[in-house]
């Protein structure tokens, strides 16, 4: 990792992780420059809970979905007695690929040399290995990770010790049951997928306030009530509420929505929760890096039904026609800027009453990421 210690000595200068409104952001250069990809790769995204799918990819048993962490090959597979697993897609012989995209299978075997592995990921078969010295194939088995399903989601960790997603995010889950009671009987509906010029950090920057939406967002400030939009940031996660009932918005139609509150939250480091107004619905939102300054986004539907209606599809159209558009040219006018030499650093304006006009969001996120690279380098 190429972080070293005088960064961080300069990345907390001028930081104080208990006043967001005495404290400015982080530098510039953690944004552009090469080697900070590398350190958010080994300090954050090695060592925390990342989004793969639903469940219902995964219902019975044999079912697999191959997927990438940031260039880790990974598979998660429902084994024989209804447990899910997770391993690298490696083969342990010449570390071929296992599996692609999603099916369904008894065992899983490579394509190469047709070894053969368990769905717990014990090898079972291995052609013309019989006269081979020291060779015990009850001594193979694939490389696991952590899995965890959560709030109806398949998660990952590729860090061995990291506590359960479950414990780090305290009462999260409980909170989105609240604000979702049809969570449980949502399916997949509908994706969108983004590629955007500028680095992640920045993307979750803008995700994390709304001190900028009166100005940039019109048609989102008519449909929600921005001043019942509240934030609360706590532990690894942190709430954007508001109501939003207002029918002559000009966003999208909500005569007949169900779901009347603007209910968001975001995961540490990468994860969006959303709740729209609406009809029932659910939005992930998956925020990956792909450069130092490029990044790819999805969003992902989930409705009572596995398409989206008219009056949905309308407010996917404009999330992804107006709403996503706004935001990409924020962010890739924010990634030009802290390429000069004209920006090291903002300072946070903040709301003492914690609304969405204040950054204090954007201050909770920037000090996980100084307390993951400190962690790292001790």
Same mark, same amino acid.
């Given at each position: 990792?190429?972080?070293?210690?005088?960064?961080?000595?300069?990345?907390?200068?001028?930081?104080?992780?208990?006043?967001?409104?005495?404290?400015?952001?982080?530098?510039?250069?953690?944004?552009?420059?090469?080697?900070?990809?590398?350190?958010?790769?080994?300090?954050?995204?090695?060592?925390?809970?990342?989004?793969?799918?639903?469940?219902?990819?995964?219902?019975?048993?044999?079912?697999?979905?191959? $997927? @990438?962490?940031?260039?880790?090959? #990974?598979?998660? +597979?429902?084994?024989?007695?209804?447990?899910?697993?997770? &391993?690298? =897609?490696?083969?342990?012989?010449?570390?071929?690929?296992?599996?692609?995209?999603?099916?369904?299978?008894?065992?899983?075997?490579?394509?190469?040399?047709?070894?053969?592995?368990?769905?717990?990921?014990?090898?079972?078969?291995?052609?013309?290995?019989?006269?081979?010295?020291? $060779? @015990?194939?009850?001594?193979?088995? #694939?490389?696991? +990770?952590?899995?965890?399903?959560?709030?109806?989601?398949? &998660?990952? =960790?590729?860090?061995?010790?990291?506590?359960?997603?479950?414990?780090?995010?305290?009462?999260?889950?409980?909170?989105?049951?609240?604000?979702?009671?049809?969570?449980?009987?949502?399916?997949?509906?509908?994706?969108?997928?983004?590629?955007?010029?500028?680095?992640?950090?920045?993307?979750?920057?803008?995700?994390?306030?709304?001190?900028?939406?009166?100005?940039?967002?019109?048609?989102?400030?008519?449909?929600?009530?921005?001043?019942?939009?509240?934030?609360?940031?706590?532990?690894?996660?942190?709430?954007?509420?508001?109501?939003?009932?207002?029918?002559?918005?000009?966003?999208?139609?909500?005569?007949?929505?169900?779901?009347?509150?603007?209910?968001?939250?975001?995961?540490?480091?990468?994860?969006?929760?959303?709740?729209?107004?609406?009809?029932?619905?659910?939005?992930?939102?998956?925020?990956?890096?792909?450069?130092?300054?490029?990044?790819?986004?999805?969003?992902?539907?989930?409705?009572?039904?596995?398409?989206?209606?008219?009056?949905?599809?309308?407010?996917?159209?404009?999330?992804?026609?107006?709403?996503?558009?706004?935001?990409?040219?924020?962010?890739?006018?924010?990634?030009?800027?802290?390429?000069?030499?004209?920006?090291?650093?903002?300072?946070?304006?903040?709301?003492?009453?914690?609304?969405?006009?204040?950054?204090?969001?954007?201050?909770?996120?920037?000090?996980?990421?100084?307390?993951?690279?400190?962690?790292?380098?001790?």
């Amino acid at each position: 990792m190429s972080l070293l210690q005088q960064d961080l000595s300069t990345i907390k200068a001028n930081f104080d992780p208990a006043a967001a409104d005495d404290s400015s952001s982080l530098p510039g250069f953690c944004y552009t420059q090469d080697r900070y990809l590398e350190a958010d790769r080994q300090a954050i995204f090695n060592k925390t809970w990342q989004f793969v799918c639903h469940q219902e990819r995964l219902r019975k048993p044999g079912q697999y979905y191959a $997927f @990438d962490i940031q260039g880790q090959p #990974l598979f998660v +597979v429902r084994n024989r007695d209804g447990d899910l697993r997770a &391993f690298y =897609n490696v083969c342990k012989h010449r570390a071929h690929a296992l599996v692609q995209g999603e099916g369904r299978a008894n065992v899983i075997t490579c394509p190469y040399h047709a070894w053969a592995y368990s769905l717990d990921g014990e090898l079972k078969n291995a052609p013309h290995t019989k006269h081979l010295k020291n $060779f @015990d194939k009850r001594e193979i088995c #694939l490389s696991s +990770v952590q899995v965890e399903l959560f709030c109806g989601f398949v &998660f990952v =960790n590729l860090d061995p010790k990291a506590p359960s997603l479950a414990e780090q995010s305290g009462n999260l889950a409980q909170e989105i049951h609240e604000w979702v009671p049809d969570l449980d009987q949502l399916t997949f509906a509908h994706r969108l997928t983004f590629d955007i010029k500028s680095n992640w950090k920045n993307v979750v920057d803008n995700f994390l306030e709304c001190y900028h939406c009166h100005v940039a967002h019109k048609d989102f400030a008519s449909l929600v009530e921005m001043d019942t939009y509240k934030v609360v940031t706590q532990g690894i996660y942190s709430s954007h509420m508001a109501k939003a009932g207002n029918v002559d918005n000009s966003a999208y139609k909500i005569d007949d929505a169900s779901v009347t509150d603007h209910a968001v939250w975001w995961l540490w480091p990468n994860i969006c929760l959303m709740r729209y107004p609406g009809e029932g619905n659910f939005i992930v939102l998956n925020v990956i890096p792909t450069g130092p300054e490029t990044t790819f986004e999805t969003y992902d539907f989930y409705f009572l039904q596995d398409h989206p209606k008219p009056s949905q599809m309308e407010a996917i159209d404009y999330l992804r026609d107006v709403l996503q558009q706004e935001d990409i040219d924020i962010v890739e006018s924010v990634q030009r800027g802290m390429r000069t030499p004209a920006f090291q650093q903002g300072r946070f304006v903040t709301d003492p009453e914690g609304s969405g006009l204040s950054e204090h969001g954007v201050h909770h996120f920037h000090g996980l990421v100084m307390e993951a690279y400190e962690k790292h380098l001790a």
